[in-house]
């Protein structure tokens, strides 16, 4: 089959100007609405698809697989990938690719966004000048929050992103600690001003804690009600990794306590839907899963992710791929 006779599936709306670089190459079904479609709907119209550009809402899971005997391909535009059951999809021959090293930055800005508007209650404050609350010019008590230059930042999953942090708490001043499951070598910790500490150590020293590992079944409440009492009461957490690494409803309960001082939060268990305690809140700054969201930056990661889902279905290897595993695999049960 040629290459421009291929089908391939874009399960949200994109920037235009990747789909039609696409259609110069393939048949294209483009979700211009932009509607989120369920299991059923996606497997639908995933019939006599070669490929699919994804997101991270878009599950792949074996009973989906199951049902797309023709898909190769699985492009998320994404760096993470915990939508797609990869140990299935390479049993099938699928190739699983993402788009690291594109939206390192953006992200890393988004993080420290967050981190600042949660440590001086920038929301708080914005809320309460629309509501018309400011009847006072200035008064030496109102909005106290918490000094970012000087303090201690902790970073838990010390990868690109992680890396990216960490070098813009340079501009504060800041003492830098991480957790990984292995330190950095050393010469990487020098680069970036980080030192290596055990997470008990690193939560009870840190004014700020951000979180940035993978969501996987391994990182499913990292940070939970332990953890979080192992903070200090003036400290600020941060995700902007994947909801799930934090027990939203555990950090629900110590905000509401002020156990921690606040929060900055990207993401969260079961998004769109949160915690319904979290909009009683003044001390948790939230935006809707948008640590990538420039137009650059999306714009780059969906340009990689056509190219990832190009090369694949071209019977080259793509530059970011998932799982190698399943080039051998497709070889072995004589797809072309």
Same mark, same amino acid.
């Given at each position: 089959?040629?290459?421009?006779?291929?089908?391939? $599936?874009?399960?949200?709306?994109?920037?235009?100007?990747?789909?039609?670089?696409?259609?110069?190459?393939? =048949?294209?079904?483009?979700?211009? =609405?932009?509607?989120?479609?369920?299991?059923?709907?996606?497997?639908?119209?995933?019939?006599?698809?070669?490929?699919?550009?994804?997101?991270?809402?878009?599950?792949?899971?074996?009973?989906?697989?199951?049902?797309?005997?023709?898909?190769?391909?699985?492009?998320?535009?994404?760096?993470?990938? *915990?939508?797609?059951?990869?140990?299935?999809?390479?049993?099938?021959?699928?190739?699983?690719? *993402?788009?690291?090293?594109?939206?390192?930055?953006?992200?890393?800005?988004?993080?420290?966004?967050?981190?600042?508007?949660?440590?001086?209650?920038?929301?708080?404050?914005?809320?309460?000048?629309?509501?018309?609350?400011?009847?006072?010019?200035?008064?030496?008590?109102?909005?106290?929050?918490?000094?970012?230059?000087?303090?201690?930042?902790?970073?838990?999953?010390?990868?690109?992103?992680?890396?990216?942090?960490?070098?813009?708490?340079?501009?504060?001043?800041?003492?830098?600690?991480?957790?990984?499951?292995?330190?950095?070598?050393?010469?990487?910790?020098?680069?970036?001003?980080?030192?290596?500490?055990?997470?008990?150590? $690193?939560?009870?020293?840190?004014?700020?804690?951000?979180?940035?590992?993978?969501?996987?079944?391994?990182?499913?409440?990292?940070?939970?009600?332990?953890?979080?009492?192992?903070?200090?009461?003036?400290?600020?957490?941060?995700?902007?990794?994947?909801?799930?690494?934090?027990?939203?409803?555990? $950090?629900?309960?110590?905000?509401?306590?002020?156990?921690?001082?606040?929060?900055?939060?990207?993401?969260?268990?079961?998004?769109?839907? $949160?915690?319904?305690?979290?909009? =009683?809140?003044? *001390?948790?700054?939230?935006?809707?899963?948008?640590?990538?969201?420039?137009?650059?930056?999306?714009?780059?990661?969906?340009?990689?992710?056509?190219?990832?889902?190009?090369?694949?279905?071209?019977?080259?290897?793509?530059?970011?791929?998932? *799982?190698?595993?399943?080039?051998?695999?497709?070889?072995?049960?004589?797809?072309?």
């Amino acid at each position: 089959m040629s290459t421009r006779a291929r089908k391939v $599936l874009v399960t949200r709306a994109i920037f235009p100007e990747v789909v039609r670089s696409l259609e110069k190459r393939f =048949e294209v079904e483009h979700n211009e =609405e932009d509607r989120p479609w369920g299991s059923d709907e996606l497997a639908r119209r995933l019939q006599g698809c070669a490929g699919v550009m994804a997101t991270v809402m878009d599950k792949f899971d074996e009973a989906l697989l199951e049902r797309c005997p023709e898909l190769r391909a699985i492009s998320n535009i994404a760096v993470g990938y *915990n939508n797609v059951d990869v140990a299935a999809a390479t049993r099938r021959g699928i190739r699983v690719t *993402n788009t690291p090293g594109v939206l390192d930055d953006t992200t890393a800005d988004l993080t420290w966004a967050l981190l600042m508007a949660a440590a001086r209650r920038i929301a708080e404050g914005d809320a309460y000048v629309r509501e018309g609350g400011w009847k006072i010019a200035f008064g030496v008590q109102f909005f106290l929050g918490q000094d970012i230059h000087h303090a201690t930042l902790g970073i838990i999953g010390m990868g690109r992103i992680g890396q990216a942090v960490a070098r813009r708490a340079r501009g504060f001043d800041m003492r830098v600690v991480y957790h990984n499951r292995k330190p950095l070598a050393s010469v990487d910790e020098q680069r970036i001003g980080a030192s290596w500490m055990e997470m008990e150590h $690193l939560l009870a020293v840190s004014d700020f804690v951000v979180c940035m590992v993978p969501y996987s079944p391994a990182t499913h409440h990292l940070i939970g009600a332990a953890q979080i009492a192992k903070m200090k009461p003036t400290a600020i957490l941060v995700n902007s990794a994947r909801g799930g690494v934090v027990d939203d409803a555990a $950090l629900v309960a110590a905000l509401t306590a002020k156990r921690i001082a606040g929060a900055g939060l990207d993401v969260f268990e079961g998004e769109p839907g $949160l915690h319904p305690g979290f909009l =009683e809140l003044r *001390n948790v700054v939230m935006t809707p899963h948008i640590g990538s969201a420039s137009r650059a930056t999306r714009l780059m990661m969906c340009e990689t992710a056509a190219a990832n889902l190009a090369a694949v279905l071209d019977g080259s290897r793509p530059a970011h791929l998932v *799982n190698p595993q399943a080039e051998q695999q497709h070889h072995t049960q004589g797809n072309p």
